[in-house]
């Protein structure tokens, strides 16, 4: 059955006057609807931890049946009068029942198209294999069959329905608010603890929400970065992934980073600076690819996610990758996955890493033991280059950065900034699809005047050398060439 009806189905019990004040009913309800694709590894426990986050040492399987007896006698009423004519049934069967088979049911939760009375008398009879009356069995099919053709109806309209579809969304005070390409309103979320840190609200939404077809069913998800308001500009608590449906239904959460012991017990807090999202392929759903840094620290994770939200591998660098992107660099109709930013194990210089998606794996090596992830294998990077720093950079800051890569034409480029606060004082840098440099030059004339306007008083007075510009084509490659430094190609003048 179409997951999005069945969604709708959910919404419209939960948004019912049977469940207005059934608040833990339907949090147990939106529970088991997260879950209904991964039924087999559902819990007691994970409910117990849903339901009830403050009373785990308390609660028990018992109080978990207790509840679902409960959601099912809920239902039961909703369907008497409200979801009479609703198109689906939502069927919470017993899971202590045992079938005619010797078998013991073991799903939470069941959705059916209304009418077919035979399955729902399934999960109510003592015996599971008793059959109506053999007067009755032909209306039944008829019955079966043209509710079925009804349902059919329903689910192709509605999938043929123009719905509204997310298009952007702005933070207002503490609401996240989703809006259509008209500028219309579609839904909102409240934070009451608010967003933060301060650079949260100085981006506002952009940059913390995509809109991605997951599924590829022509439904855009959308993927929302929550970072909630902590004290000063530092981050407390670690950023949340939340994930919704076109209609604002919380589908999941992700939560970045895990304990290191490199840490010497300072706590897990992760920031989220990047998402992209992995076309689907023939042999695989799309996928998600996070980057989350470690606050205040050094290390850096980028985790891959399947749709639902379930981490599937994870590469650790010692540093910031805070910028991401996507693209076939080799032209073989397949990603990689490029990420910029900062190399704490290489003199903190600005860094590239590409990484092939079904390789994402390990830890990068470090040449500063201080600044080496133990534990994790070593990792296998397709490339990895480093930037030299300017005597400006050294003069004035503990390192440069590498921002926005991107593939223009084949041509990979990206800017590393020589100036940190603020940022500017901006390298280009361009290579082709060989990974041959064929650009790097100052942009526009504020990397030169700072230059000279920092260097006028000092002891070491001079203005920018053609030295000093030739070093900037001296890119390091750690991985991925046949020698220490990239190779320059036809530069643009």
């Not at 309103?185 to 009451?192: G, I, T």
Request: with cysteine.
């Amino acid at each position: 059955m179409d997951s999005n009806a069945i969604g709708d189905q959910i919404d419209r019990i939960l948004h019912s006057r049977a469940f207005a004040s059934k608040k833990q009913l339907r949090k147990l309800l939106e529970v088991l609807f997260r879950n209904f694709d991964l039924q087999d590894a559902l819990t007691a426990d994970q409910v117990i931890r849903e339901l009830w986050p403050t009373e785990t040492r308390t609660k028990r399987s018992a109080d978990v049946a207790t509840e679902m007896n409960r959601l099912r006698h809920a239902l039961k009423s909703y369907y008497e009068v409200e979801g009479a004519h609703d198109p689906i049934v939502i069927i919470l069967p017993n899971r202590a029942m045992t079938l005619g088979s010797g078998a013991q049911e073991r799903q939470w939760i069941v959705a059916q198209p209304h009418g077919e009375t035979d399955d729902v008398a399934r999960w109510r009879s003592p015996d599971p294999q008793a059959s109506p009356p053999r007067g009755r069995k032909t209306v039944v099919a008829v019955a079966a069959f043209t509710v079925a053709l009804g349902i059919v109806a329903y689910v192709s309209l509605r999938i043929l329905a123009a719905r509204p579809r997310p298009q952007f969304g702005r933070l207002d005070g503490t609401v996240l608010r989703i809006m259509g390409a008209e500028g219309q309103e579609l839904w909102s979320k409240n934070f009451p603890e608010g967003f933060g840190p301060d650079w949260y609200y100085q981006k506002g939404a952009e940059g913390h929400i995509w809109f991605e077809d997951l599924e590829g069913k022509g439904h855009a998800s959308v993927l929302f970065v929550y970072s909630p308001a902590g004290g000063d500009t530092a981050a407390t608590r670690s950023s949340t992934l939340i994930c919704y449906s076109d209609r604002g239904r919380e589908k999941w959460r992700w939560t970045p980073g895990k304990e290191l012991p490199e840490f010497n017990g300072s706590r897990a807090t992760f920031s989220t600076s990047a998402v992209v999202v992995l076309k689907a392929t023939e042999r695989r759903p799309a996928w998600i690819v996070v980057s989350s840094q470690h606050w205040p620290w050094w290390a850096n994770q980028i985790a891959i996610l399947d749709s639902n939200g379930k981490e599937i591998s994870e590469y650790w660098h010692s540093g910031a990758l805070s910028h991401l992107t996507l693209a076939d660099l080799d032209g073989n109709g397949k990603e990689e996955i490029v990420a910029a930013g900062v190399a704490n194990g290489y003199d903190h210089q600005a860094t590239l890493v590409v990484l092939d998606p079904d390789r994402v794996f390990g830890a990068s090596t470090e040449v500063r033991p201080d600044f080496q992830i133990h534990g994790m294998g070593a990792a296998q990077e397709r490339l990895r280059l480093l930037f030299p720093r300017s005597d400006l950079n050294r003069a004035l800051f503990q390192y440069n950065v590498a921002m926005e890569p991107s593939v223009v034409h084949g041509s990979l480029r990206l800017t590393v900034a020589e100036c940190i606060t603020p940022l500017g004082c901006d390298i280009w840098y361009e290579f082709d699809k060989n990974f041959r440099l064929i650009a790097a030059f100052a942009g526009g004339d504020e990397f030169r005047s700072t230059h000279n306007r920092f260097f006028q008083t000092s002891k070491n007075a001079h203005t920018l050398s053609p030295e000093e510009q030739a070093a900037f084509l001296k890119v390091r490659c750690l991985v991925g060439c046949k020698s220490e430094f990239v190779t320059v190609g036809n530069l643009v003048p």
